[in-house]
């Protein structure tokens, strides 16, 4: 059993501090000890250690790399008219096997944990209808998504059980890696838990002609963490508002899955859709033996990452290491002609421990020809510039509340904290006052990052972004164009435990 994963994050983005740790009570206080001996998360000093430390339970026995990777299913649409392709989702609780000879009850887009995929192209409209067979309200957002106010899915537009809604996208936007989760007030946390999000793409011409790997090789890894109990179930700590990490990491559903993959390139569109974990991405090559076998190959391969959170990048960026907070999406291009028959490449997560710190394995298997190629140059991303004004957006916890808080404030949805005119461009500056990292996300837009405590950022963060990890005690400068739509849209942290508590917040795109 691993110990302290529950805090790993805390130390996630440098500045390991065990003052992170410190932080972590105050937020609990609306917890009975009756609560708190009910979900088995009180020690003996009666402090509040996380359940996993106490009973010592891990459900999840299953061997690293036995259980083949599964690729959620392409939704198809119920009806296709010469603009628009409607879809129709049954939102509803199913008996998956996620560990074998296991039942785990999840919360599933047609019942499936991830959901189906949806794939459309860029200007192609697309209705989907999402009809709430759940006993509880949830709602659907899409992230990523230049969208209407009123299809954003914000946190108080919940669908009642028995009851469905219509969002409608435009998809006026480029090639992107999105996806769509719950965004239900106090709830998100609970519902993606459960199994309620999904990969969306868009496609384009511009990203077509480029003949990136397509089709079976172009493939969707939504990484996820969760704890199981002894029969199969999942295990939320539903009262921490810090967050949770996971002891057993699944790809797409499946725990640490093995894929076999052909002697050619692949795209990996890698999504973190963890509630709370980090991860730091890397490439190794298996056992000691094998690259004792294999002097001539480096035991660490680079991870050639060509987009992230809205896109393309400009240019393929070599990187030894890509880490990749909640909410983010980094795409990849691996391409296993490089490596012998029989090789076996590990997917790690070097923020990891035990368990935790292998995330996949690629085993190299079969002969086939290649038709895909990697272009020097991926797509021009123009460089934003001309912001009209700057704001600070201070990320703090509230002590005497126990809140996380966004410039001192917990979320009020009849409080607008800032009001962007149509067609400017802004300067946020992101502000961490605490001892934790947090995956920022704004809604509407795709931004761009000038710096990191004033330095520029690495080749791999000069794309599009809609989501951006701010370590303990930094600042990041973002760029932003409020364009498309007036409204109101939600800005916040995306571990989904401090978004549910409360640190949230609204801006406005005014005429
Ligand atoms: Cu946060």
């Known amino acids: 059993m691993e110990t302290g994963t529950v805090m790993q994050y805390h130390h996630s ?28 998360i009180v020690g003996a000093a009666g402090l509040f250690v996380p359940v996993r430390h106490v009973l010592g339970i891990d459900g999840n026995t299953t061997a690293p790399f036995q259980i083949p990777l599964r690729i959620p299913p392409v939704l198809q649409p119920t009806r296709v008219d010469a603009t628009t392709d409607y879809y129709e989702v049954d939102i509803k609780p199913a008996r998956v096997e996620i560990l074998p000879g296991k039942q785990t009850t999840i919360w599933g887009y047609n019942g499936l944990f991830p959901g189906p995929t949806l794939k459309t192209r860029s200007g192609r409209n697309v209705v989907v209808r999402q009809v709430n067979n759940l006993a509880v309200e949830i709602n659907v957002h899409l992230h990523g998504g230049f969208v209407a106010p009123e299809h954003d899915g914000g946190p108080n537009e919940v669908i009642a059980p028995g009851s469905y809604r219509d969002y409608v996208y435009p998809n006026r936007q480029i090639a992107s890696t999105l996806w769509y989760h719950d965004h239900a007030m106090h709830q998100t946390a609970r519902n993606v838990y459960m199994g309620l999000g999904g990969f969306y793409i868009i496609e384009d011409d511009v990203e077509k002609q480029l003949n990136l790997p397509r089709g079976e090789y172009d493939v969707p890894l939504m990484i996820q963490d969760r704890i199981f109990n002894a029969d199969g179930s999942f295990s939320f700590p539903a009262h921490n508002h810090d967050g949770v990490n996971g002891d057993t990491i699944l790809v797409n559903g499946t725990p640490q899955p093995v894929f076999k993959v052909a002697r050619r390139k692949y795209r990996f569109r890698i999504l973190n859709a963890s509630n709370s974990r980090h991860y730091e ?55 296993f002609a490089q490596f012998p028959f029989g090789s076996q490449i590990i997917l790690e997560n070097k923020l990891g421990r035990g368990k935790t710190a292998e995330i996949m394995r690629f085993d190299v298997a079969q002969a086939v020809s290649e038709d895909s190629s990697l272009p020097s ?5 123009p460089a934003l510039s001309g912001a009209s004004i ?17 410039n001192g404030k917990s979320f009020d949805p009849q409080r607008v904290d800032a009001q962007p005119k149509l067609g400017s461009t802004e300067v946020w500056r992101i502000i961490n006052r605490s001892n934790v990292a947090h995956p920022f996300h704004m809604h509407l837009v795709m931004f761009q ?3 990191r405590n004033g330095v520029r950022p690495s080749a791999g963060e000069t794309g599009w972004k809609d989501t951006v990890t701010v370590g303990p005690s930094e600042t990041v400068r973002i760029i932003a164009k409020f364009d498309g739509y007036t409204g109101k849209y939600m800005f916040h942290c995306h571990n989904l435990q401090h978004e549910d508590h409360m640190m949230m917040a609204q801006f406005e795109v005014v005429p």
């Not at 190794?284 to 680079?302: K, T």
């Open 13 to 40: 983005w440098g500045a390991a501090s065990g003052a992170a740790r410190m932080e972590a009570p105050v937020n609990r206080r609306k917890i009975t000890r009756r609560d708190a001996l009910a979900l088995g």
């Open 281 to 335: 991405l890397a490439l190794n090559i298996g056992s000691d033996w094998r690259r004792r076998r294999l002097p001539f190959l480096s035991a660490r391969p680079p991870l050639i990452q060509i987009g992230s959170d809205g896109g393309l990048l400009q240019v393929p960026v070599a990187r030894s290491t890509i880490p990749i907070g909640v909410a983010e999406r980094v795409e990849i291009i691996v391409d």
């Open 377 to 381: 140059t991926l797509r021009t991303v």
């Open 390 to 406: 700057t704001r600070d957006i201070e990320l703090s916890m509230n002590l005497e509340r126990g809140e996380w808080v966004i």
């Open 449 to 451: 990052i000038l710096d």
